[in-house]
């Protein structure tokens, strides 16, 4: 549970940074996604380890509804609308998304190796 309030709030922070200097999810977000991805996977508990790899997509994609602004391409304001241009954006091209998850699935299988030993 603490790991998914911190990478909550680590991505509602960088979010918010991003949000006020510019359009959209950029760099600041980036660095403090993967960063915070790799923070949760390295201090989480054990039996926390399934719900810590399945958190970067649920993590970014309600980081990216709240703070993606123009750059999901939605074409109406409304709720349903920009949730499928959310899932398209995550699907089409999300390197952070996708480089969050090897972190995290890395970290994961390092802990879990090394405490085999």
Request: net charge positive; proline share 3%; glycine share 10%.
């Amino acid at each position: 549970m603490a790991a998914a309030v911190l990478l909550v709030a680590i991505g509602l922070a960088a979010g918010a940074i991003d949000a006020t200097t510019g359009s959209g999810l950029r760099t600041t977000f980036a660095i403090f996604f993967v960063t915070g991805c790799a923070l949760v996977a390295a201090l989480g508990r054990a039996q926390d380890r399934l719900a810590i790899l399945v958190m970067p997509p649920l993590v970014y994609a309600a980081v990216s509804v709240v703070f993606g602004g123009d750059d999901t391409g939605a074409t109406r304001p409304s709720l349903w609308n920009h949730l499928l241009a959310v899932v398209s954006t995550l699907i089409t091209g999300a390197p952070v998304l996708l480089l969050a998850t090897g972190v995290v699935v890395l970290v994961t299988l390092v802990r879990g190796t090394s405490r085999r030993y």
